[in-house]
């Protein structure tokens, strides 16, 4: 048996740099790029984030209008009623003072009216086209 050299051997180190001013303008150099390769990034996310946050203050606006004005209908329906008496006693008290100096009232105070049924779409409305032959067979009789 061979006798095995039992000593571990140095892995060569490279020679040490000398640092010139060019070596440090390069590094200044890839530090300057990596920094603002960075910062467009931050922005370009900024300005996603802002974009989001505007879209979603939107949503919220428009959902807070729907809900308010649902919410006023509803009151006003609910007053109207109550009012409509009320302003017609009014109305009937004022008449003959508005008579006696010369001013025209417009028409009596009456009950709010219902909204019309909404028209159906045209969609339904519309009829059934006749195919080509039979268009021609009825001109043509």
């Known amino acids: 048996m061979a006798a095995r050299k039992n000593t571990k051997t140095r892995t060569p180190r490279a020679e040490a740099l000398d640092l010139n001013p060019r070596h440090l303008w390069l590094a200044a150099l890839g530090a300057v790029v990596a920094a ?27 959902k807070l209008n729907a ?23 009014v109305q009937a008290g ?4 508005a008579q006696r100096v010369g001013i025209q ?11 019309a049924p909404k028209a159906t779409p045209k969609a339904a409305r519309r009829t059934v086209r006749k195919s080509a032959p039979a268009r021609r067979s009825k001109r043509a009789g």
């Open 36 to 62: 603002r390769r960075s910062a467009a990034g931050a922005i370009h996310e900024a300005g996603l984030r802002t974009r989001l946050a505007s879209a979603d203050a939107r949503d919220a606006v428009r």
């Open 67 to 89: 809900e308010a004005r649902a919410g006023i209908e509803t009151l006003s329906d609910r007053v109207q009623p109550l009012l409509c008496p009320v302003g017609r006693t």
């Open 94 to 97: 004022i008449a003959p003072i």
């Open 105 to 115: 009232l417009g028409p009596q105070h009456t009950a709010r009216r219902k909204a």
